[in-house]
């Protein structure tokens, strides 16, 4: 797993979320998480998540810290438990800066203040897994009362790299961890 | 995914990390996580970590709170993932009760006070994954110096029974997750 | 696996083979098999078994009873056994009703008569196995001599109802099957 | 899949369900599926179904028709399903000799006039999928009331013959269905 | 795995890298091998190899001995080792007609005399692995200095018909050795 | 993939081709290669091809390269193409130092001047794919008439660490080679 930190912005309109993203536009072969920010604006016909379908409910936000995972041959099976460890490593670093009274998560959602503080989504491509999750910087955009980095005191650069090294630090354990046990009857 | 709290109290010797352990002995089928009390006595022959019997690290403990999850046809490869999910699982759990900085992790390992207040470990059987996590109740019976649920102020079956069922709500959800998106390109 | 009756009459054109129909049109989430009447008029761009594509054979009857089953992250290696039994549940459910000797099966294929009665295919996509089986209803607008339940005196809405129940009840006991058996050498 | 009648009587008594079986004593290679007569003797310690073995019911019949199938590197996952469809196979064949009526069916279970014919489970090895279906031959020596196929007026070696190669046309059907289907979005 | 050589003459540009070729044009079932003679001109916007892609490198060659695998149900994890494996056998072929010294390997691609003799790809659609590997019959048509079979001497389709029966009889090996060992602790 | 070569002599009878030897004994994590010298005795009980079981063939030879090849989570399936795949990158080493009319192949084994040189084996254990390859260095101790690397000029610890360091770069390029391809349809 590399981490990949892009200082361009760029707008998550939901074509990143594609095989080989890091690859085919910074080269960048293998797993990785990649890290930008920019604004979120997902039209319906671009959105994974068919319970939005739906509901038609768009996503947007005016500025957000995306991180975009891609893992090859991984099956949405692992790759949902994958999205949901992800949101607990960034719950997790936001209890360093946070009170933790005042953050909440439900599944795949986390809250600071009883507002919405991130959107995320797990898909597969035919070759890869896929997530998308990503943190409102800016309280604006969004069709939805929101909270945001902004309002917490927490730089998104810094935030968004310190995360993705943390994130990549955990995968190389479990790679390891994978290979010295021995099984069971 | 089944909770199964067991009341009598079980000493975990290694050989409860087996298939079928929740259904042969409390006839409970299929996905579970069981929670129990009792001591820890692994001895070396028993060890499923190999590092630990490479450093003839035995593991005890007078008396701990037991996790089993057993997940059928899951591979090492995910099960790992499930593991360290569980952990961030049990850490945010702690977090509620704990104030941020007394508590700390390093992959696997719950720290409180920078003493270790848990093991796990994952692994499979030719049928199922299985993965064993256990944090100390009390202080003493261990090779190194620990910290435990009683020096905390948390009463270990509350605390084992509300982890274990939200647990099972994320796997739910997760579950639920894996066929409600479309896939991409 | 859900069983899902829809009593509006839709028009199979084989676009119904996809994945998240279910999902997609009557928010139901997961395994499922669909049941509804109505023709059946599939374009050869349509096709699915590329044999029929193969000797330009469109599939065309004037009322079916229609089964869509839908299996995530199921590989088609394994749907085909799905497809299979589920037409041997259609054909004991029909010995039922009908004398056996009336009755015949050539892999997928139910005659009465000697005239065929089904079709059938199975397929995935990249998310999921999926199988379309159809009955006909009425004796008209299939290219071929065709048999169909109205000359057999069934019932579609009550046969299709119960058959779908039937093979939920069997799903669910194979679910169980699988965490039940200690493995061998 | 090689069909394999073996003419010597065996005793089964669970050993038997094991990986190249059918190799190791009679130099069949690869996927199998081996017919033979004997008693049915099958202790505790032997028994794969564990409910069988949590309610201490053992099997044993005086002289059954057994089949066991071996598919290598098929998970349990889908091996329940090729035992499931076998079991349909064999009630589609026994409805050839025997009144609908006195023939039922409850999942792996088969009746006729009301007592149990058959035996079955699935499971698996490190390395293949494995089936064990036996029906009674003679109406003696089993716990419970059961049917026989000499009272059916079946003759075993034909039938079993029979069945077995009907199975491989089978598996040969889907083997080639798996390669003349499109996949769908 | 069939073997199946074309007489005819195909331009390869890359649309021939996709499910089910041999099956629809030419009604070959299953795991297939097919050869024929013809140009190559992949532009672009076919290209597999994200890598040229990337380095704006199309693929071109007057005259090529072509191959193209299918194997169902295959990952691209394993179909790497697939392509790997006949470039390998390519090589080993080649040493029969030329001098060793004279022929090189690096990765997937075969030199004689320095000068590049093969392009190969490995990729998956949905269903199945697929691999395209060809070797230049003429010198001419390649954007980079090549080396041919005509200036080795060899007969291109003497050649391939060769190679393709020598690979299927190595893939058959390879089947039948799956199922002639004993699982190890 | 990691080469690793032991300079110590190790007897190989079997019990070596086992999951983590290479971590147990020498503290070596994840997929591995590893060489050594020894002398090979192999006792029935211990064969894994059970082709050789029948056969009752025992593997004998006085001194051996060997290699044993451990790839975590890879399935039989994959293996057999990973074992033969690292016989044609021996095989395409030896001719480098041998005349290739002197060398022969079929299958797994390699022959020098008509005699056999090598012996082979793929199988898993329940946590990953395992082979054992080793090629005769003097000419005695077997039970058929064998050629070896003594009388064909070639130091055993250089040849061997070649060859395994060469097979680890392969392995690098097939690992990248998974994720710069593109899916097609």
Not at 10 to 16: E, S, V
Not at 43 to 48: A, D, H, K, Q, Y
Not at 118 to 126: L, Q
Request: glycine share 8%.
């Amino acid at each position: 797993m590399t981490p990949l930190w892009i200082d361009e912005r760029i707008t998550y309109d939901g074509r990143q979320l594609v095989s080989h993203f890091a690859y085919r536009r910074y080269g960048v072969m293998g797993d990785v998480i990649v890290g930008f920010r920019g604004p979120a604006d997902v039209r319906i016909s671009e959105m994974v998540d068919l319970e939005d379908v739906r509901q038609v409910a768009p996503i947007s936000s005016d500025e957000m810290l995306h991180f975009l995972i891609e893992m090859f041959e991984v099956r949405l099976g692992q790759m949902v438990w994958v999205q949901r460890f992800f949101i607990l490593i960034l719950f997790e670093h936001l209890t360093r800066y946070i009170s933790r009274e005042k953050l909440s998560r439900d599944g795949d959602d986390i809250f600071y203040d009883g507002r919405k503080l991130s959107v995320s989504i797990a898909t597969v491509s035919p070759l890869s897994g896929l997530v998308h999750t990503a943190l409102n910087i800016k309280p604006t955009g969004a069709p939805i009362p929101i909270s945001c980095l902004e309002e917490m005191g927490i730089d998104p650069t810094e935030f968004g790299r310190t995360v993705m090294e943390a994130f990549c630090v955990e995968v190389e354990g479990m790679d390891k961890a994978r290979t010295k046990v021995r099984w069971v009857e």
